[in-house]
């Protein structure tokens, strides 16, 4: 089945340092590919995204991710982690299919941040 | 601002009683969704609508029905709401694919059905 991949639903980190979030999806076409954070109670926020091109994109509040397609994979990244970083991570994929694009959530990994 | 409106923002439903969430967006866009939240699930599509007048089944339009009323409007309504429809549900909207392209998400309806 086409899925998307998170592999950690708790992660633990300490204010500083580095982090990775894991995603992989199971499409065979390169999709386009998002990461979302929700912080609790809160909508989803954009962190960044990726079409095609330089396979390590940047986004908004230092976070990175590098597409790997040998990997099927697009994980997350930032070197120093903040406490205002606790959230609630999302990876998702857009398809073209049909005639119309979708979008398909992992199921989310939560991130602690402890001081 | 642009965007996505979604009301009501928070709604309590006695078991077997109807409602219809209610979706509009300033964009232009052409796509429309409905997505619901719950714990340890991620979002999961209900259904969409690629353009007005059409609509289609997500992964779990069981309980569901929608209506893309024209091209700014996309309600979600409930005939007969069940404890298991207790959730965020949230709209989205986008554009065809181009270089801004991206999903425009509304601030959710928290549903509880007791």
């Known amino acids: 089945a086409q899925s998307v991949t998170q592999p950690d639903i708790h992660i633990t980190v300490s204010e500083g340092a580095s982090l990775e979030l894991r995603c992989n999806y199971s499409?065979?076409?390169?999709?386009?590919l998002f990461w979302y954070v929700q912080s609790p109670g809160q909508g989803l926020q954009l962190l960044l995204k990726y079409f095609s091109g330089d396979t390590l994109v940047q986004g908004i509040k230092g976070f990175e991710a590098e597409f790997k397609r040998s990997q099927s994979s697009f994980n997350l990244r930032k070197p120093s982690v903040h406490w205002s970083d606790a959230a609630e991570y999302f990876c998702a994929v857009d398809r073209l299919q049909g005639g119309s694009e979708k979008l398909v959530f992992g199921k989310g990994t939560k991130l602690t941040v402890n001081p | 601002n642009a965007g996505v409106t979604q009301t009501p923002k928070f709604q309590v439903l006695k078991t077997g009683q109807s409602m219809t969430l209610q979706c509009a967006q300033d964009m232009n866009h052409n796509s429309m969704y409905w997505y619901r939240q719950d714990p340890g699930m991620g979002l999961r599509l209900i259904y969409y609508?690629?353009?007005?007048?059409?609509?289609d089944k997500g992964e779990v339009p069981n309980g569901y029905n929608v209506s893309r009323l024209n091209k700014r409007e996309f309600s979600l309504r409930l005939e007969s709401a069940a404890p298991s429809q207790t959730s965020v549900y949230f709209c989205a909207s986008t554009s065809d694919r181009g270089p801004n392209y991206g999903y425009t998400f509304g601030s959710g309806t928290r549903l509880t059905v007791v």
């Open positions: 609508s690629a353009s007005e007048g059409t609509t």
């Open positions: 499409y065979g076409a390169t999709p386009y």
